[in-house]
């Protein structure tokens, strides 16, 4: 009975292989789709006929998707509060040490159109695992977040909402003044990113500089139609220090947290961000 057992147990040790390699994102399996390709986490559901809310994450430079799915605790509460976790990856850039990254820069060379590449990834992966397309939050961090506010420039409605972590517009900030139109962003920054500083800095030699986050949600309240330069509202109570606006045009929402932190995903960040997706619905049903 012993090998007839083993043999049963290797059997089914094969299938469960079989069935894994066929199930592409999960694990070191990433989604290959024309343009590129990206990994996916699910939640554990009650019912797999009822689409359900995912996140959509743009790693920083060097990264991955499978490299961003090790974030566990940003992965793991987006899952706990029933997301998906999408990570697409980025393409490297020819004589970068700096590893895979996105065609974000407005007067640099654009290696793929990363607005068709994401609309083709959310599409991919609402259909292959039953995802609600039309609620999606889009995060990403430092150059991926960067490529969060090109995005959501470029077309407020490929996500429900945004909220990118250390990284908005780089210098020249024109690009910022032809948007598409009122845009839902929570923009999240360490107090002592020296990184990616509030105000910005120069790279390269002087050929490329960073923007600065101020003038950046200067222009996105410009864009929303917000009354006041000033924010509406502060809350200091918690780890983020918020300022809101929400005199500004319907439909749209801008939001500015900052932690007393450097260049990083802080900790409380993901579960802050879900409050800030969920609100959104209470606020237009208000």
């Known amino acids: 009975m012993r090998p007839f057992l083993l043999s049963i147990a290797g059997l089914f040790a094969m299938v469960s292989i079989a069935l894994s390699d066929q199930v592409c994102g999960l694990g070191e399996n990433a989604c290959k789709i024309p343009l590129g390709e990206y990994n996916i986490e699910l939640p554990e559901r009650e019912n797999d006929a009822t689409p359900i809310p995912a996140m959509i994450y743009l790693h920083g430079a060097g990264g991955s998707g499978q490299r961003s799915l090790k974030n566990r605790e940003m992965v793991e509460t987006f899952l706990a509060r029933g997301y998906a976790v999408i990570a697409p990856s980025g393409l490297k850039r020819p004589n970068s040490r700096f590893g895979p990254g996105w065609s974000f820069h407005p007067k640099r060379e654009k290696q793929r159109d990363e607005l068709a590449f994401i609309k083709a990834v959310m599409n991919d992966a609402s259909q292959r695992f039953n995802l609600n397309r039309e609620t999606m939050l889009m995060t990403g961090f430092s150059i991926g977040g960067s490529q969060v506010w090109y995005l959501a420039c470029q077309d407020p409605d490929v996500a429900k909402a945004f909220a990118p972590v250390a990284g908005a517009f780089w210098r020249p900030h024109d690009a910022g003044t032809n948007c598409a139109g009122p845009v839902k962003l929570l923009h999240t920054h360490g107090w002592r990113d020296g990184t990616v500083p509030l105000e910005g800095r120069v790279l390269g030699g002087g050929r490329i500089e960073q923007g600065d986050v101020f ?72």
Request: net charge positive; with cysteine.
């Open 215 to 286: 003038y950046g949600m200067q222009i996105l309240r410009k864009l929303n139609g917000c009354n006041n330069y000033k924010a509406d509202k502060y809350d200091t109570s918690g780890k983020f220090w918020k300022r809101w606006w929400i005199n500004c045009t319907k439909g749209s929402a801008l939001q500015f947290n900052l932690f007393d932190g450097g260049h990083g995903v802080p900790k409380g960040w993901a579960a802050d961000a879900i409050d800030w997706f969920e609100s959104l619905d209470k606020q237009e049903q208000g």
